[in-house]
Structures are given as structure tokens and as C-alpha cells.
């Protein structure tokens, strides 16, 4: 059972304009979110998080998104730039006395921007 | 280095063969994690770490797979008679105690022939 589900497998954007990728989860118990980015031969490095207390989380040309009751996130590049081309992560962790903190990731996203 | 470090980069090993992967995590991280990635996956969690201590091992597999980190810092990720199965890229990630985000290494590329 999928917890965490990226349902665009790809996406392709100009660059100047603004990429969305969305993100879904059925857990209730998530309380907080990380999107990571990983080019080829990489490992996943962290772009941007948010708590489930907020629903907006801002840093430089990213944005995170969360809507609690409809359980979906999205992340907001803007402007995209070509060296934003990667996969694209949603994760989850949630939260509990016994959280050891591990991440639920969604498939991913692949974005491409093309100049 | 500052970051996380793993090696082998590459491993292609025969079916039945046991292998070994080792993770350095970042210094001075208490949490340390290990993941499974598939091919067109995202990254499954494995095993969790808190200093030496083994404290989450649910996503681990089979009983072939084993994982140890003997001092708190080096980890190292044993798979026993490798089947096809098992061939993914496996990632280590640490962080520390006060924080949700993880610092992933480049992952070992298993290839099991």
C-alpha cells in the first residue's frame, strides 16, 4: 500500500516558468514533509521541509505547500531553471513517541526544463 | 569530507554470493538509516540506527540482510546469498538527533548476476 503517491511520473516546463509537483499521502499520522531532489548517479539531497503545523514553507525559489485535509502537498519552483532537471521526491515521516524518524517516499517526479 | 560517503560505488556479485556495503555518516550524527531503491522507485527504508544501537530493522527484507554500526559512527549493510532480487541501489543517510532531514551518501549500485 502506497502511502505516499507522486502520480505525475514526468513533467516538463520552460524555463522562467513555474514548475508544480504534487503529492499525496493517506497516513494520517504523517506530521511532517521533505521534498528531495536527485540527479543521475546521486544520492537525494534535500531541497525543502515542512510541519504539519504550517501550510506554506518558502525558501529562495521554493515553496511548499500543504493542505492537511485534502492530504496533499505540492512543491513550487519559480522561475525553473535547466539545472532544476532531477527527480523529484516527496517524503513523510510521522510522528508518535516510537518515531525513529524514517522517510516514506513517494516514486517521484522527473522534471524537465527546457531553456 | 563533510558529507556522507559510501562504498562500494558499484558491486555486481553472483547469485548466492554474500557482499558487504559500508556507510561513513556524517560526523557526529547520532541517527543513521538505511534504504532500498528499485529501479523507478523512490527510496524503502530499511533499518534505523541511534548511535550503535539497532532500533528499527522493519523494513529489512529477509533474515539474509543484516546491519551493524559497532562504534556509532561507520555502518555496514551485509547481504547473504544475494538473489536477483536484491539488486537496487542501496542508500545510507544520516542525520542528527534534533531534525527530520536526512543527509543521503551516493548509494552502492548492487547488480546480482
Known amino acids: 500500500d502506497q502511502q505516499v503517491k507522486q502520480n505525475s511520473p514526468s513533467l516538463s516546463v520552460q524555463e522562467g516558468r513555474i514548475s508544480i509537483l504534487n503529492c499525496d499521502y493517506t497516513?494520517?499520522?504523517?506530521?511532517?514533509f521533505l521534498w528531495y531532489k536527485k540527479y543521475p548517479a546521486e544520492g537525494p539531497t534535500f531541497l525543502i521541509s515542512?510541519?504539519?503545523?504550517?501550510d506554506k514553507n518558502e525558501d529562495g525559489r521554493f515553496t511548499v505547500f500543504l493542505n492537511k485535509s485534502a492530504k496533499h502537498l505540492s512543491l513550487h519552483i519559480v522561475p525553473s531553471q535547466p539545472g532544476d532537471s532531477a527527480v523529484y521526491f516527496c517524503?513523510?515521516?510521522?510522528?508518535?513517541?516510537?518515531?525513529?524518524?524514517?522517510?516514506?517516499f513517494g516514486q517521484g517526479t522527473t522534471l524537465q526544463v527546457k531553456p | 569530507g563533510a558529507g556522507v560517503s559510501q562504498s562500494p560505488r558499484y558491486k555486481v556479485a553472483k547469485r548466492g554470493q554474500d557482499v558487504a556495503l559500508r556507510c561513513d555518516p556524517i560526523?557526529?550524527?547520532?541517527?543513521l538509516f538505511w534504504y532500498q531503491q528499485a529501479l523507478g522507485q523512490g527510496p524503502e527504508f530499511l533499518t534505523y540506527?541511534?548511535?550503535?544501537?539497532?532500533?528499527?530493522k522493519s523494513g529489512l527484507p529477509s533474515d539474509r540482510f543484516f546491519a551493524e554500526r559497532p562504534e556509532g559512527s561507520v555502518s555496514t549493510l551485509k547481504i547473504q546469498r544475494t538473489q536477483q532480487e536484491d539488486s537496487a541501489v542501496y542508500l545510507c543517510?544520516?542525520?542528527?538527533?534534533?531534525?527530520?532531514?536526512?543527509?543521503f551518501g551516493p548509494g552502492t549500485r548492487l547488480t546480482v548476476t
Open positions: 497516513n494520517s499520522m504523517f506530521d511532517y
Open positions: 543517510a544520516s542525520s542528527s538527533v534534533d531534525t527530520y532531514e536526512q543527509y
Open positions: 515542512i510541519s504539519s503545523i504550517k
Open positions: 560526523s557526529g550524527h547520532v541517527s
Open positions: 540506527f541511534q548511535n550503535e544501537a539497532q532500533l528499527d
Open positions: 517524503a513523510a515521516t510521522p510522528y508518535g513517541s516510537g518515531n525513529t524518524g524514517k522517510l516514506i
